[in-house]
């Protein structure tokens, strides 16, 4: 409804760009009219506060960055073109180079270690799910929490709210 709009000069068509629907995805240009209605592009303004010195933090760790997903090659590097961040990764092991065994599946782990030539004792798992790390810390991987909370977990070597915190915590 319109309460979950929000138009940028207070008023005015509730599908114009610059309208923010839900408090989130703000519409950016009309991509199509049908007979089921428009259908618009939106940018993720939650993705534009998570980006605000990502890249920064991202340069100031040292060693190989590979992005270990869940998500399809194609949305991955789609996400890390948008976020302005591809140049910080080093390689992207998506869903199907686990062989459709992805996290927290200890086969897609062995097959990240093995196509990269990994020491899992010098990795680094940084992971917003806790149960994904629990295969990290079997392998003898270093992991890290990126949680909002300040909830421990015996997976966690290392527990953080922001990923900025990141640097100076390893």
């Known amino acids: 409804g319109r309460e979950a709009c929000e138009h940028p000069d207070g008023g005015g068509d509730m599908t114009a760009p610059g309208v923010t629907l839900s408090h989130r995805y703000r519409l950016t240009h009309r991509i199509a009219v049908g007979g089921m209605g428009e259908v618009w592009a ?8 998570a ?4 890249r920064r933090t991202l340069l100031r760790l040292k060693g190989q960055k590979i992005l270990f ?3 399809p090659r194609f949305y991955a590097e789609t996400l890390l073109t948008e976020l302005g961040i591809t140049d910080c990764f080093d390689a992207i092991f998506a869903v199907e180079d ?4 992805p996290k927290p599946l200890m086969a897609g782990y062995r097959r990240l270690i093995h196509q990269f030539r990994l020491n899992p ?12 790390l629990i295969p990290a810390k079997r392998l003898g991987m270093k992991t890290v929490w990126l949680r909002p909370g300040h909830q421990r977990a015996l ?3 290392v527990v953080i709210r922001h990923l900025a915190e990141l640097p100076s915590r390893l």
Request: net charge neutral; glycine share 2%; aromatic share 0%.
């Open 121 to 132: 004792h010098r990795c680094i798992m940084v992971e917003d799910s806790r149960h994904n």
């Open 42 to 49: 939106a940018d993720d303004t939650r993705l534009a506060r």
């Open 98 to 101: 686990t062989r459709l065994k």
């Open 51 to 54: 980006q605000h010195g990502l």
């Open 69 to 71: 997903t869940n998500s």
């Open 155 to 157: 997976e966690a070597d």
